[in-house]
T-cell receptor, first 111, second 115 residues
C-alpha cells in the first residue's frame, strides 16, 4: 500500500499557484519524497524529489515540513497543460525500484 | 540525451497468447523497471532488472518474465495472456551506482488489449 495520502482532486485557476499537499506520516529517515505527474494515458513524468530540505527546479518547488511528515508541491504559475494526476511517493533507492503509486491528486487547471 | 522509448505503442492479443514488449533505456542508465497500470489505477511494480538480472519483483505471477540486454535495453514477456492483463505497461530507466537506485524516468508506455 502507498505510504502517502493525497486529496483526490483539486482545481486551480490558470496563472495562479497550485499547491498540492501530501501526508507521509510514516516516512523513514532514508526515504525521499518524490513527485510525478501523469497526463492522460502517457507515462508518468518526474517532477522533483527531496529528502529534508526544500527543493526547486524549473518545473516546481517542493516544501517538506521539518518533521518530514508532510510536503507540498508548488507549481508557481499553473497552465492548462499542467492538468494531470499528481503522485506523491516516498521512496528509498534500496527498495529495488519499487515506486508505490497511490491514487494521486487530479489537478484541473481552469481558464 | 535520448529518453526512454517503448515499442509497440499499442497491441491487441487474444486470451492465451504470448506477448513481448520492448524498452530502450535513457542514455547512461543501467537499470530498468517495469510497471503495469490498469485503467483508473496507479502503476504497479512488476520487476526491476540491473546488470541483466532480476533485482526485485512485485506481486506478479511467473508468467510475467523479463530480460535485460548488455546495452541495458529490456523486454517484458507475458505468457498465457488473461483478460485482466489488459493495461498500460510502463518501463522506467534509472542509474544504479551503489546499493540505491536513482530517479526513475518513464517511457510513454505500451497499451495492451487482451480480447
Amino acid at each position: 500500500d502507498a505510504k502517502t495520502t493525497q486529496p483526490p482532486s483539486m482545481d486551480c485557476a490558470e496563472g495562479r499557484a497550485a499547491n498540492l499537499p501530501c501526508n507521509h506520516s510514516t516516512i523513514s529517515g532514508n526515504e525521499y519524497v518524490y513527485w510525478y505527474r501523469q497526463i492522460h494515458s502517457q507515462g508518468p513524468q518526474y517532477i522533483i524529489h527531496g529528502l529534508k530540505n526544500n527543493e526547486t527546479n524549473e518545473m516546481a518547488s517542493l516544501i517538506i515540513t521539518e518533521d518530514r511528515k508532510s510536503s507540498t508541491l508548488i507549481l508557481p504559475h499553473a497552465t492548462l497543460r499542467d492538468t494531470a494526476v499528481y503522485y506523491c511517493i516516498v521512496f528509498y533507492g534500496g527498495s529495488q525500484g519499487n515506486l508505490i503509486f497511490g491514487k494521486g491528486t487530479k489537478l484541473s487547471v481552469k481558464p | 540525451e535520448t529518453g526512454v522509448t517503448q515499442s509497440p505503442t499499442h497491441l491487441i492479443k487474444t486470451r492465451g497468447q504470448q506477448v513481448t514488449l520492448r524498452c530502450s533505456s535513457q542514455s547512461g542508465h543501467n537499470t530498468v523497471s517495469w510497471y503495469q497500470q490498469a485503467l483508473g489505477q496507479g502503476p504497479q511494480f512488476i520487476f526491476q532488472y540491473y546488470r541483466e538480472e532480476e533485482n526485485g519483483r512485485g506481486n506478479f505471477p511467473p508468467r510475467f518474465s523479463g530480460l535485460q540486454f548488455p546495452n541495458y535495453s529490456s523486454e517484458l514477456n507475458v505468457n498465457a495472456l488473461e483478460l485482466d492483463d489488459s493495461a498500460l505497461y510502463l518501463c522506467a530507466s534509472s542509474l544504479m551506482t551503489g546499493p540505491d537506485t536513482d530517479t526513475q524516468y518513464f517511457g510513454p508506455g505500451t497499451r495492451l488489449t487482451v480480447l
